[in-house]
């Protein structure tokens, strides 16, 4: 199982980004997938999650209104689109899945087959 990160980048106070979640040694019809992000000097945190059984979604209130998740099965990806981002959301973003089909919030603990990480800046 893997699963691979992009489309990090740097961008200004409001500006967008989507990040993807490329899955690879199995399908995304059998898990849910979370995105986390970590600042540094911080502890890794959960931000979003998507059901595989019925596309439904979870958000964080730090990035309710902005962000939105979304899969396609056929890409077997995931994508995080971010809009009006903030300098505090300059973090490394990660993407991992829960053994479950129903996202059941985004506790680190749930989830495992971390990716790599894609960088994600946000700066005047």
């Known amino acids: 199982l893997q699963l691979v990160e992009s489309g990090g980048g740097s961008v200004h106070p409001g500006g967008s980004l989507r990040l993807s979640c490329t899955i690879s040694?199995?399908?995304?019809?059998?898990?849910?997938i979370g995105w986390f992000r970590q600042a540094p000097g911080k502890e890794r945190e959960g931000i979003s999650c998507?059901?595989?059984?019925?596309?439904?979604?979870y958000y964080v209130d730090s990035v309710k209104g902005r962000f939105t998740l979304s899969r396609d099965n056929a890409k077997n990806t995931v994508y995080l689109q971010m809009s009006s981002l903030k300098p505090e959301d300059t973090a490394v973003y990660y993407c991992?899945?829960?053994?479950?089909?129903?996202?059941?919030?985004?506790?680190?603990?749930?989830?495992?087959?971390w990716g790599q990480g894609t960088q994600v800046t946000v700066s005047s």
């Open positions: 040694g199995f399908t995304l019809d059998y898990y849910a």
């Open positions: 998507i059901s595989s059984s019925d596309g439904s979604t």
């Open positions: 991992a899945i829960d053994s479950l089909l129903r996202c059941r919030g985004v506790e680190v603990t749930f989830f495992s087959n």
